[in-house]
């Protein structure tokens, strides 16, 4: 939890950046319509920015993400822009409260008078609600994809195939079937969507791209460099373990059954391009796609629940807390070369 803490707080930083750096270039812009001294609206805009920058970071991190995950796109547009709007009015008032009692001979009172009869007020609350719902709007579209594929595609990265070395994590619910038999489908699909949203903090700690959902599989996937550095493509499965263990009780109260999940890593070269008509998303193609899904096929043989190839282990430090065991050789239809492949557990286990 302290470490998904100070994940979010990370991003929040990002967000008073962004903000204090956008309330400067508005109050900057306003300055020449209001022709005014150029100190007075820059440095408001400035303040004003960074406490709506860290407002939104707080609250897309700690309450939009998770506990409004359910709401509909219309309602938490508009809603989320109401919620941000009134904080902005706020702020200016506040800060243009506090600008005229410390640069005019008034009261506190007449400041906060002065601040809310100023007849640029709503002007600029306009203004911002403007850009509070556009850059909302696309905050929430933006959800629809995964991070960086808006702008991959703007920019034409991989419009044509390219070579890419990539690390792919492929994991499986366990006895699915029968789960889904007992739920039914509509409540099984429910319990998908608890499943998968109690791994999202792991998975954004791990830096990791969700590649795809395939039923009630989840395929992730690192550049080599970014996933083996701190082991985060290792660690990332069993901080998705401990996340689901912490919530067993959740889920034997809601659904009757407390999820299980194996899983396989392994990593190669692959071509990446963007694919469909209809539909454009970024696919990968490969052996080590094929590979990975028949070392997961592997787990319930075994009796194990990760499974990691030999050149994955040596290409990443193992963590201390972990120990790897030679289980057996995986022969690949079409190729002479065995697979080895190896057990991960925590040293607790063995």
Not at 128 to 153: M, N, W
Not at 162 to 191: C, H, M, P, Q, W
Request: hydrophobic share 40%.
């Amino acid at each position: 939890m302290f470490v998904t803490r100070n994940y979010k707080l990370k991003n929040v930083s990002i967000y008073t950046i962004i903000g204090t750096i956008a309330g400067a270039i508005i109050g900057f812009l306003l300055h020449y319509i209001d022709n005014i001294d150029i100190a007075g609206p820059t440095l408001r805009g400035l303040f004003i920015g960074l406490l709506i920058g860290t407002t939104i970071g707080l609250c897309e991190e700690f309450l939009f993400l998770g506990r409004f995950r359910n709401k509909r796109y219309l309602f938490l547009l508009f809603f989320r822009t109401i919620v941000y709007s009134l904080f902005f009015a706020f702020y200016e008032l506040l800060i243009n409260s506090f600008s005229n009692f410390l640069n005019n001979d008034y009261t506190f009172s007449q400041s906060i008078h002065s601040a809310i009869v100023r007849e640029n007020f709503p002007r600029d609350l306009s203004i911002i609600t403007f850009f509070s719902l556009s850059i909302i709007a696309v905050l929430q579209v933006r959800r629809l994809h995964r991070p960086g594929d808006l702008i991959k595609y703007i920019t034409g990265k991989y419009h044509r195939p390219e070579e890419a070395d990539k690390i792919f994590l492929f994991l499986d619910l366990k006895s699915s079937t029968a789960a889904a038999e007992r739920l039914g489908n509509v409540k099984y699909s429910s319990f998908l969507i608890d499943y998968f949203h109690d791994m999202t903090d792991s998975i954004l700690m791990s830096k990791a791209e969700i590649y795809q959902y395939i039923g009630d599989e989840i395929i992730l996937s690192w550049s080599f460099e970014k996933g083996i550095k701190d082991s985060r493509c290792i660690n990332c499965f069993f901080d998705i373990k401990n996340e689901i263990g912490m919530s067993r009780e959740r889920y034997m109260e809601n659904y009757g059954f407390h999820p299980e999940f194996k899983a396989a890593l392994h990593a190669g070269k692959v071509s990446v391009t963007w694919i469909g008509s209809i539909k454009k998303e970024i696919v990968y193609h490969g052996d080590v796609l094929n590979t990975t899904a028949r070392i997961q096929d592997e787990c319930n043989k075994r009796n194990q629940y990760f499974l990691i190839s030999e050149y994955m282990l040596q290409s990443v430090e193992l963590p201390v807390y972990l120990k790897s065991e030679f289980v057996g050789e995986l022969q690949l239809k079409g190729k002479q070369k065995k697979v080895k492949i190896f057990g991960l557990k925590t040293i607790a286990e063995t």
